[in-house]
C-alpha cells in the first residue's frame, strides 16, 4: 500500500500540476493582491507608519506578513481546484479505480504547496527590487522555509474542506478571505504596543503575530526568542487539526 501511495499521489500530481502549467494565470492571480499591497504600504503608508528603533526600511517590516498573506489567497485554488473536481464527478471516477483513497486529496495539497512556492519567491523578488535586504544565512533562509511550507501546509488541508463540501463555487473560496485580513489585526504591518487593549490582546495572542515576529527576526538576524516555539506549536497544530478534518470530510463524502 506505500508502494501505491506513493506512485498514484505523484501521478495524480503530476495531472493537478499540467493544469497549473496550462493556466498560469492561477500565480499570476495569487501575486497580485499581495504584490499591490506591498507597493501600496511601502510607497503610499510607510512614511506614515512608526514601526519603531531600528526599522530602517518599512519593506524589510512588511514582508512577513505579505508572505502569509500570499499563502492565504493561493490555497483558496486548492478550494476551488477540488470542488470543480467533484463536480465534474472526476472523484466518483476515481473511487471505481485501484489507486490509494487519499492519494486524490494529496495530489492536490502538494499541487498547492508547489505553487504557493513559486508564488512566495515571485513576491519575495519583487520585494528585492523594492528595496528589500537582509544579510540572513542559508540556515535562516533553511527556517523561514520550513515555517512558510508547514503554514502552507496546515492552511491547505483547511482548505480542503470547504472544496469537499461547498455548495458553490464561491463558498468554495470565500473561506479564504477572513484569513488574508488576519495579517492586519497582527504585527504584520504595524507593531502592536499603541493597539487599543482587546484589539492587542487578540493581535498579540492569534497565530499570525508569532509566525510574522519570527520571519522577521530571522531575516533581520535577530534573536527569535519564545515566538519560534509558538509559531511552530500554531502550524503544527493547525496542520494536524486541519488534516484530521480534512480526512473525515473526505470518508464521510464517499463514504
Known amino acids: 500500500m506505500p508502494n501505491y501511495f506513493v506512485t498514484d499521489t505523484a501521478t495524480l500530481t503530476g495531472r493537478s500540476l499540467s493544469h497549473i502549467r496550462r493556466s498560469p494565470d492561477t500565480i499570476i492571480t495569487t501575486v497580485i493582491t499581495p504584490v499591490a499591497m506591498m507597493l501600496l504600504f511601502v510607497y503610499v503608508f510607510g512614511g506614515a507608519i512608526d514601526t519603531g528603533p531600528g526599522s530602517d526600511s518599512y519593506v524589510d517590516y512588511l514582508l512577513p506578513g505579505i508572505l502569509l498573506i500570499t499563502i492565504a489567497s493561493g490555497v483558496a485554488y486548492t478550494a ?3 470542488f470543480t473536481d467533484l463536480q465534474g464527478g472526476i472523484f466518483e471516477r476515481f473511487q471505481s479505480m485501484p489507486i490509494a483513497r487519499s492519494s486524490v486529496l494529496w495530489a492536490h495539497v502538494l499541487t498547492s504547496l508547489v505553487a504557493n512556492i513559486v508564488s512566495l519567491v515571485v513576491v519575495i523578488g519583487v520585494a ?6 537582509t544579510g540572513a544565512d542559508v ?7 520550513g515555517i512558510l511550507i508547514l503554514f502552507t501546509l496546515g492552511l491547505t488541508w483547511l482548505a480542503v474542506i470547504p472544496g469537499l463540501t461547498a455548495k458553490t463555487l464561491d463558498g468554495a473560496s470565500a473561506f479564504s478571505y477572513p484569513l488574508i485580513f488576519l495579517p492586519f489585526i497582527s504585527s504584520a504591518f504595524v507593531p502592536t504596543d ?3 487593549g482587546p484589539v492587542k490582546w487578540f493581535a498579540e495572542n492569534q497565530p499570525v503575530t508569532s509566525i510574522v515576529n519570527t520571519v522577521r527576526a530571522l531575516l533581520d538576524e ?4 519564545n515566538d519560534l516555539w509558538i509559531a511552530l506549536a500554531w502550524c503544527v497544530g493547525l496542520l494536524v487539526a486541519a488534516y484530521a478534518l480534512a480526512m473525515a470530510t473526505y470518508r464521510r463524502t464517499f463514504a
Open 128 to 133: 528585492f527590487l523594492m528595496g528589500f535586504r
Open 80 to 82: 476551488y481546484r477540488l
Open 194 to 196: 499603541n493597539m487599543p
Open 222 to 225: 535577530t534573536p527569535v526568542g
Open 139 to 145: 540556515l535562516a533562509w533553511l527556517a523561514v522555509a
